[in-house]
């Protein structure tokens, strides 16, 4: 099954709580929230008490994707506030301090994920698949909303979905970056069964008509 991950950088953060009712309500199947230190990434977005709020607001599954240097330092704490899985880049930190991060979180009884840049090699992620729920492949670079597709990132996500097949199948495999209706299909065919949809989802006035359309590509 296809899910959709609409990222809520596209969305209105003056409404925030009625823009995530939308979606909710629109047939989405995870919230994808964007955290940005302005040090991992070159931009600062949302972070704790953001996603307290939020949590109080919706019963969504929220996918906290930690685009921060050393996340082993806040991972127990974005558990504590409500995320559903808290994924960490495989770049932030040493490879031993990323296992701890995983375990952290799955000791809080969360989900956990991993993420990889687009120079990132999908051998990177090899260490951590047996822990992993979810990896994503970044199609842009990380850090700001509204980039196009890499296309050159199909192989990358081929290679990783061969990889999750022959050593965790139940792990789900997450695409991020400039997906669209049309960009969505390739990335399917690739292996993917996750699409993080910004703009694609907020950018339009009818959220459930684009959440089928990027689902049902």
């Known amino acids: 099954m296809i899910k959709i991950a609409p990222s809520i950088l ?4 003056a409404r925030l709580g009625e823009e995530v009712e939308e979606i909710r309500r629109g047939g989405a199947d995870y919230l ?20 307290k709020s939020l949590r109080k607001a919706t019963d969504m599954f929220i996918d906290a994707h930690l685009m921060i240097e050393r996340p082993l330092r806040y991972v127990e704490r974005f558990c504590d506030q409500g995320a559903d899985l808290v994924n960490v880049h495989v770049e932030a930190d040493s490879e031993e301090n990323i296992l701890a991060a995983l375990k952290a979180i799955r000791a809080k009884g969360r989900k956990c994920g991993i993420t990889l840049k687009p120079a990132t090699p999908a ?41 999750l097949d022959e050593e965790h199948p139940d792990c789900e495999l997450e ?22 949809a ?20």
């Open 198 to 217: 910004g703009s694609a989802v907020f950018g339009k006035a009818d959220r459930a008509a684009a959440i089928s359309a990027i689902r049902n590509s």
């Open 10 to 13: 596209a969305a209105d953060f």
């Open 32 to 51: 994808h929230f964007d955290v940005m230190d302005g040090v991992f990434v070159p931009n600062i977005s949302i972070g704790l008490p953001v996603l």
């Open 123 to 163: 051998e990177a992620a090899r260490p951590f698949l047996k822990l992993a729920d979810l990896v994503l492949v970044m199609t842009v670079e990380p850090g700001f909303g509204g980039q196009s597709f890499m296309f050159d990132m199909l192989e990358k996500i081929r290679l990783l979905r061969v990889m």
């Open 175 to 196: 695409v991020d970056g400039g997906i669209t209706v049309e960009t969505a299909v390739p990335a399917k065919a690739a292996g993917a069964n996750v699409l993080v």
